[in-house]
């Protein structure tokens, strides 16, 4: 059986990607969970995994230590799961704006800290974040507005797309981010997926550490 290490789901933003990912698959797997409230967590993932972060999925010898390596590998190995859309066109765009998360939205992912417990208005508004906030819902509208007619994600149906984006709904939500239409509707969808709002159980049950 595969096997993910993750830390704590209230907090740790790039475990929810790969565990929806890994969830995605339909596939049987175990669990292992780091928590950030453990004062050698550091150290923890350090041992674990490869590169010393999380998510880390184990499939037999396999070690894949990146939520994106994950989530191509999954794909590869569970290509009915769908993570990547059919479509070329679809999915040139799906992998570029996963990329562009990937790799990006540096003022959004340290200013507002995915923290599914907080509510927090107006923290972290600031000019920067605000202008990720922007090209979020710029993505958003695109992604929907061409690919998005068979369902509510970004693609229509659930993808890596949204396994990506998942985190920042939590973000937008915790930190009353103002958001247009289109933008609160795929946040609705979000947060009614059951993938997700499993996630969303376990997270508030965790100790919240970081209080302020
Ligand atoms: N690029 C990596 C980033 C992973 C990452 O930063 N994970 C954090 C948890 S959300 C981590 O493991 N931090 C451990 C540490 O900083 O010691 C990915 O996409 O998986």
């Given at each position: 059986m595969m096997k993910i290490v993750i830390a704590s789901k209230n907090y740790s933003s790039w475990s929810l990607r790969g565990w929806l990912a890994l969830e995605q698959t339909g596939a049987p797997y175990e669990e292992i969970l780091i928590s950030t409230a453990d004062a050698d967590w550091h150290e923890q993932t350090k041992r674990v995994s490869p590169s010393g972060k999380v998510?880390?999925?184990?499939?037999?010898?396999?070690?894949?230590?990146?939520?994106?390596?994950?989530?191509?590998?999954?794909?590869?190995?569970?290509?009915?799961?769908?993570?990547?859309?059919?479509d070329p066109t679809a999915r040139a765009l799906a992998r570029s704006v996963v990329a562009e998360m990937h790799s990006g939205f540096l003022s959004l992912r340290m200013n507002m800290p995915m923290d599914i417990q907080a509510n927090e208005p107006g923290k972290g508004h600031t000019e920067d974040v605000l202008a990720d906030v922007a090209r979020i819902q710029e993505i958003w509208r695109v992604c929907r507005?061409?690919?998005?007619?068979?369902?509510?994600?970004?693609?229509?149906?659930?993808?890596?797309?949204?396994?990506?984006?998942?985190?920042?709904?939590?973000?937008?939500?915790s930190y009353g981010v103002a958001l247009d239409a289109n933008a609160k509707a795929?946040?609705?969808?979000?947060?009614?997926?059951?993938?997700?709002?499993?996630?969303?159980?376990?997270?508030?049950?965790?100790?919240?550490?970081?209080?302020?």
């Open positions: 998510p880390l999925l184990i499939d037999g010898e396999l070690q894949v230590h990146d939520s994106l390596a994950i989530v191509e590998y999954l794909n590869e190995r569970f290509p009915a799961a769908g993570l990547w859309p059919g507005e061409r690919h998005g007619r068979s369902g509510p994600f970004l693609f229509g149906t659930f993808t890596a797309a949204d396994c990506f984006y998942a985190p920042v709904v939590f973000r937008f939500r795929y946040c609705d969808a979000m947060i009614e997926e059951g993938k997700v709002s499993k996630w969303v159980q376990s997270a508030r049950r965790e100790k919240r550490i970081y209080q302020e």
